[in-house]
């Protein structure tokens, strides 16, 4: 996974980085860290989850984007 990031930062991309604290390796391939606590394998996916989601949240209503995208999603798919 560094190795695709280090790609992109060679080709100028802005890189933001969900990484374990003290990573000291992504703090020189990363431009923004988002630090989570070092957990176990098996449990990251649903710590990193959160903050990507947030992030994509802020990004899209920052952007104007309507952020309930595909409309009513939770009741097109809870509703038979």
């Given at each position: 996974?560094?190795?695709?990031?280090?790609?992109?930062?060679?080709r100028?991309?802005?890189l933001?980085g969900v990484?374990?604290?003290?990573d000291?390796?992504?703090?020189?391939?990363?431009?923004q860290?988002?630090?989570?606590?070092?957990?176990?394998?098996?449990?990251?996916?649903?710590?990193?989850?959160?903050?990507?989601?947030l992030?994509a949240y802020h990004?899209?209503?920052?952007r104007?984007?309507?952020?309930d995208?595909?409309?009513?999603?939770?009741?097109?798919?809870?509703?038979?």
């Amino acid at each position: 996974m560094l190795s695709n990031a280090q790609e992109a930062k060679a080709r100028d991309a802005q890189l933001i980085g969900v990484v374990p604290m003290n990573d000291p390796e992504a703090e020189y391939t990363f431009d923004q860290l988002l630090p989570v606590p070092v957990v176990d394998e098996l449990l990251s996916p649903v710590l990193t989850v959160i903050p990507l989601q947030l992030l994509a949240y802020h990004i899209a209503a920052r952007r104007g984007l309507d952020v309930d995208q595909p409309r009513n999603l939770a009741k097109s798919v809870t509703v038979e």
